[in-house]
C-alpha cells in the first residue's frame, strides 16, 4: 500500500520523526538524505519526503503488505503521528 501526505512540517523533521517512530519497531534497510526504508517480520516499510509546493512536505509512505495488515496500520499511525507534530492541538484518533 502506499499512502501520501502533504504537510507542513520541515522535511527534515518528518525524517527523524520516520526514524523514531519505525526505528524501535523494525530494522533500518536504506537512509538517504530524504528516505528512510526499515524491515521486519511484519514486512517492509519506505518513508519519503520531498519538498512541494513552497513550503509543505509531501511524505509518501509504502509498505509491501496489503492494506488493514499489521504493518499497514503502523504506517497509517505514522502519517497521524506526523499531523500531531504540524498541529499538537489534534487529537490522534483510529483504531490503528
Known amino acids: 500500500?502506499?499512502?501520501?501526505?502533504r504537510t507542513g512540517v520541515a522535511p527534515d523533521a518528518v525524517v527523524q520523526l520516520a526514524t523514531a517512530y519505525f526505528g524501535p519497531r523494525l530494522a533500518p534497510t536504506e537512509e538517504g538524505a530524504r528516505r528512510r526504508a526499515f524491515a521486519g517480520a511484519l514486512g517492509s516499510v519506505s518513508v519519503s519526503v520531498e519538498a512541494e509546493g513552497g513550503h509543505y512536505t509531501r511524505v509518501t509512505?509504502?509498505?509491501?503488505?496489503?492494506?488493514?495488515?499489521?504493518?499497514?496500520k503502523l504506517a497509517k499511525r505514522f502519517l497521524g503521528e506526523?499531523?500531531?507534530?504540524?498541529?499538537p492541538a489534534h487529537a490522534l484518533r483510529g483504531a490503528y
Do not use: I, N, R, W
Open 61 to 72: 509512505v509504502a509498505t509491501d503488505q496489503p492494506g488493514e495488515s499489521e504493518l499497514d
Open 82 to 87: 506526523v499531523h500531531v507534530l504540524a498541529d
Open 1 to 5: 500500500m502506499k499512502y501520501f501526505h
